[in-house]
């Protein structure tokens, strides 16, 4: 089968910490050949920049991030709506206004206007940050990102066309499990383990991320393994998770990240791990 890369990618709607856009002619390279010819899994989604550049026949998109999943299941459903209401927010916007709106957001149920706001606060919020305190709150400070760039109708609705062949859900990766299949290509885009200092990496549900989630992730991993499915993963290059997949293939990538709270950006290495070398062969290395 011809390889179906998209001409016409689209580019994600949010902002999101530790998001792969601009790396994603490098992660090309490691796409299997066949990805297209499989069910597509991605059990950490964030801002889906890889699923949004490849754009497959089916897939089953997740997060732990119930608040982010909720947004993309209203745009899936009504787009128009959320631009709508997201023409209302741009219309008011300023420091002001932020903070009653995260005020509103954190006692608000989902709904297309709740995934509006959700929009509205990562565009004008604090470095695109989403994190939560322990009662599961919104509660990044505003960013002085004004206007704010919110995502144009036409880029929401080419998001809503995307996911109408995805499902939808909100659960940790470990419940994810029973469903794997030797058909599936699963990409893995976990919270990674703080290179230095404090990572907002690990904050993006209440429960955290810590050491123990990348142990058990790797478990996870093995076991999707022996199904025969095939997986692609980008992590942190720390010791830990060099050994946990060390009978893997491991590659290394140079990327610019904030590594720290603070705005500075370091060139730090990074991992891309696949249990499979039969690639797309596409990309820029």
Not at 107 to 123: D, E
Not at 149 to 176: M, Y
Request: hydrophobic share 35%; aromatic share 14%; with cysteine.
């Amino acid at each position: 089968m011809k390889s179906p890369l998209n001409n016409n990618p689209i580019t994600p709607f949010i902002r999101w910490a530790g998001g792969k856009q601009k790396l994603i002619n490098r992660l090309l390279k490691f796409v299997p050949a066949d990805f297209y010819e499989r069910t597509y899994k991605e059990p950490f989604l964030g801002a889906g920049s890889l699923f949004f550049y490849l754009q497959p026949l089916n897939a089953f998109l997740s997060d732990a991030n119930s608040h982010l999943m909720n947004c993309y299941f209203y745009i899936k459903k009504n787009p128009q709506l959320i631009h709508t209401y997201l023409q209302q927010h741009l219309s008011k916007t300023n420091k002001e206004y932020y903070y009653k709106i995260r005020d509103l957001y954190n006692k608000s149920i989902p709904t297309a206007a709740q995934a509006a706001r959700f929009i509205y606060l990562n565009k004008t919020c604090f470095n695109g940050i989403f994190r939560v305190n322990l009662k599961n709150q919104f509660n990044v400070p505003y960013g002085y990102k004004e206007p704010p760039v919110i995502p144009s109708q036409s880029q929401l609705n080419a998001v809503h066309l995307a996911l109408q062949t995805s499902d939808l859900c909100s659960k940790s990766f470990e419940k994810t499990t029973n469903d794997l299949s030797s058909n599936d290509f699963i990409y893995l885009d976990p919270p990674y383990p703080p290179i230095n200092g404090t990572s907002y990496f690990t904050h993006y549900t209440k429960e955290r991320f810590g050491e123990k989630d990348q142990k058990s992730l790797s478990t996870y991993v093995n076991a999707l393994n022996k199904t025969g499915a095939k997986f692609m993963m980008s992590n942190a290059d720390i010791p830990l998770i060099r050994e946990l997949y060390k009978k893997y293939n491991i590659y290394d990538l140079s990327v610019t990240r904030c590594i720290t709270c603070k705005t500075k950006k370091h060139k730090v290495s990074e991992l891309v791990i696949t249990n499979y070398d039969n690639f797309i062969l596409l990309g820029e290395g």
